[in-house]
């Protein structure tokens, strides 16, 4: 059971908007930055966005990341076939002094 | 190519040990802090443990979960990262994959490995 809350599932048709949540509490979420890592069917994970809203080097701004509170949310526009993955959501948790993961939406295109 | 690839993986009876190794090409672990992260079969990531760079003492931190089991620890003259699991139960098979932190993007996980698999069985 993760201390990071992410429903398990979503999906969308090509072109379609998706939006994943994040819920956390003030021990981690709202006091730090949230990371969004992919995972494509048996690869190693990637990192998506970073310091809740930033997009690393080479990652399309069709994704997009926010946060409120002790909430975060990624979104992806355009939806692709390719955006079928899993996707984390991270950050630090000072109660536990260590990263957390959520547990990980699995987003289909259907 | 930056490049990072994990080795050491194996099939331990519960309570042995094993000592996985992760190997940088590409950069120097050095200005670093490095992570492993492990994924059981069929689950969600889990983050292990990290050392921070000799700015910052090369300390380390560590999950519940396996906190005094494991430690972890670097050479940066090999430019390698290890992952020294004692006390191995059942509970930790997974994939642990090492992965580098990058300050620039605010020590997000930018650099992972392929993953090397530790079961756990008797």
């Known amino acids: 059971q993760s201390i990071l809350t992410q429903t398990p599932s979503a999906s969308g048709t090509p072109g379609q908007r998706v939006t994943i949540s994040c819920s956390g509490s003030s021990s981690n979420i709202e006091s730090h930055y949230v990371y969004w890592y992919r995972q494509l069917p048996g690869t190693a994970p990637e990192l998506l966005m970073y310091k809740n809203d930033q997009r690393p080097s080479g990652v399309p701004d069709r994704f997009s990341g926010s946060k409120s509170g002790t909430s975060a949310s990624l979104a992806i526009s355009g939806l692709r076939s390719e955006d079928e993955a899993d996707y984390y959501c991270a950050t630090w948790d000072d109660s536990l002094s260590g990263r957390v993961f959520g547990g990980g939406t699995k987003v289909t295109v259907l | 190519e930056v490049q990072l690839v994990e080795s050491g993986g194996d099939l331990v009876q519960p309570g042995g040990s094993l000592r996985l190794s992760c190997a940088a090409s590409?950069?120097?672990?050095?200005?670093?802090?490095m992570d492993w992260v492990r994924q059981a079969p069929g689950k969600g990531l889990e983050w292990v443990g990290r050392t921070r760079n000799r700015a910052n003492t090369y300390s380390t931190e560590y999950a519940a979960s396996v906190k005094g089991r494991f430690n972890v620890s670097r050479d940066d003259s090999r430019n390698s990262l290890y992952l020294q699991m004692n006390s191995l139960q059942f509970e930790d098979t997974a994939v642990y994959y090492c992965?580098?932190?990058?300050?620039?993007?605010?020590?997000?996980?930018?650099?992972w490995g392929l993953g090397t698999t530790v079961t756990v069985s008797s």
């Open positions: 590409g950069f120097s672990i050095r200005d670093h802090y």
């Open positions: 992965a580098r932190e990058w300050q620039p993007y605010f020590y997000g996980m930018d650099v």
